[in-house]
């Protein structure tokens, strides 16, 4: 009967710990899946800069992209619309500044998406709307320079004043 009794409770023991086990495994089947969320909605990008270009009605824009809001955002898409016309820029997580070359009276409208590890997309982020307006002043402009100097009232007379004006003066001299 005692044999009994042990094989019974060596059964219970090794039963439970089945049960434990399954339940254990079941917990951190759960933990590894990933989960299906959209990264957080990107904050809104701030004009940094605005430059003069070297080409007319050209304006050269800087702006500060800020940092996700997520640990596992590794792509973003900064899109720029230019007078209803979409362009989307791929940028690695990692980028603080992009600079845009846009055309003096055109309208923009920018925003970011984020995109995960695996590849959920955010909803786009705060809308940064701005007409392009060319609010710089041309640069401080060089002082005059003195070319000459005279003295009031005198007469230059024959003085030439090129090689061809000089080359006449010496001949008329010469002919007297």
Known sequence: MELVLQ????AIVVAGSLVVLVGIAYLLSLRKQP???????PKKSKIENIEGSDVADQLR???AIPAPGAGDVVTRELH???????TVYTLT??????????????SVTIFLIDIDNIGNKSDPGELLTFAVVDTIPPPKPQPPVIIGVEEPGYQTGMMPTSDSDFMKAARAVLKK
Request: glycine share 6%.
């Open 80 to 86: 720029v619309v230019v007078d209803g016309s979409e």
């Open 93 to 106: 997580s990692d980028i603080r500044t992009w600079t845009l070359d846009l055309t003096e009276g055109s």
């Open 7 to 10: 094989t019974l409770a060596a």
């Open 35 to 41: 989960e299906n969320k959209k990264p957080r909605r």
């Open 61 to 63: 824009y800087t702006l």
